[in-house]
C-alpha cells in the first residue's frame, strides 16, 4: 500500500478532458478511502495551544505553551492527564459517615444551596456577573457559618468561614448532572481553555484547584509552604488555595511517566 506509485500526472498529456475527469475521480475516491481506513484505527484527537496562565500537576510545574489534547476519553495538557482526576483519594481515602466532622455536615447544606441557586440563575438567563453577586449575598446571610464576604469579582469571591478557614467560590463551572462522559470531556476541556486563556494558576490532581490570576503570589506562596512542609504540618494543613491531598503532592511529586 505504501510502495511509491508514478502519478498519473506524470504521464504524457490526456488525450480528452474526459479521460482527465475519470482520473482525477479515481485518484480522490482512493484519498477518501484510505483516510477513512485511518480514522477507524486512529483515537479521536481534540487540540489546542495556550500560553497563557500557570499549570502545575502532580507537585510539577508545566512548561507553557500548553497543549492540551482530548485523547480517548481522556484531557491532556502536555501528555499529562488532568480529568478524569488521578489520585484524588490516593493518599486517603474519603471520609466514611461516621468520619464526617460536625463542621463538614453544618456547612453542606449552604454547599447545597450555593449550587442550586447558581443553577436556577443560570436557568432564568442572568448575567454571570449578577449570579456571583447574588449568591455572595446568599453566603453573607449564612452568618451561623459564614464570618464575611469579600473580594467579589465577575466570577469569584472570597468566603471567610467562622472557623477562621478561607475559601474561593466560583461560578463559572458547569454543572455536570445528567451529562454524558463526552459532554463532561468536552466540558472541561472549555473550562480549562478558558481560565488559561483568563491567566488562571490551575493545579491537577487529588481534586484539584483553579485560582484566579489575582492570587498568583498566594498560590506560589501555598505551594512553597508545602514543598518544605514537616509531615505534622502537612497533617494540620490549611489553605485557601488547595487541600492537603495536593500540599503532599508538592512536597512528594508524583513521577510524571505516571500520570501519562
Known amino acids: 500500500m505504501n510502495k511509491r506509485r508514478k502519478s498519473p500526472f506524470e504521464e504524457d498529456r490526456f488525450a480528452d478532458q474526459r479521460a482527465k475527469t475519470r482520473v482525477v475521480v479515481l485518484i480522490a475516491a482512493l484519498v477518501i478511502g484510505s483516510s477513512a481506513a485511518m480514522s477507524e484505527e486512529l483515537p479521536v484527537v481534540s487540540r489546542d495551544t495556550i500560553a497563557t496562565g500557570l499549570v502545575f500537576a502532580y507537585g510539577h510545574e ?3 505553551p500548553y497543549v492540551l489534547e482530548i485523547v480517548d476519553s481522556t484531557l491532556r495538557v502536555n501528555g499529562v492527564q488532568v480529568y478524569p482526576d488521578l489520585g ?3 493518599k486517603e481515602p474519603p471520609p466514611s459517615g461516621e468520619e464526617i466532622s460536625e463542621w463538614t455536615k ?5 454547599y447545597r ?3 442550586d441557586l ?5 436557568e432564568e438567563g442572568r448575567p454571570i456577573s449578577e449570579i456571583t453577586a447574588e449568591v455572595a449575598d446568599y453566603l453573607r446571610r449564612q452568618e451561623e457559618m459564614v464570618d464575611s464576604v469579600t473580594d467579589v469579582r465577575a466570577t469569584t469571591f472570597l468566603v471567610h468561614w467562622k472557623d477562621g478557614s478561607e475559601e474561593v467560590f466560583t461560578t463559572h463551572i458547569p454543572r455536570r448532572e445528567k451529562q454524558t462522559e463526552e459532554e463532561q470531556l468536552q466540558n472541561e476541556l472549555r473550562r480549562w481553555q478558558r481560565s488559561l486563556r483568563q491567566g488562571w494558576i490551575i493545579v491537577a490532581g487529588s481534586g484539584g484547584s483553579f485560582s484566579p490570576p489575582w492570587m498568583r503570589d498566594e498560590v506560589a506562596a501555598a505551594i512553597a509552604r508545602a514543598r518544605a512542609a514537616t509531615p505534622e504540618e502537612l497533617k494540620n494543613w490549611t489553605s485557601r488555595v488547595f487541600g492537603r491531598p495536593i500540599a503532599e503532592q508538592f512536597r512528594h511529586p508524583w513521577s510524571l511517566e505516571e500520570t501519562r
Open 113 to 115: 444551596g450555593f449550587w
Open 118 to 122: 447558581v443553577s436556577r440563575l443560570k
Open 62 to 64: 508545566l512548561e507553557p
Open 88 to 90: 484524588q483519594y490516593d
Open 106 to 110: 453544618r456547612t453542606a447544606p449552604i
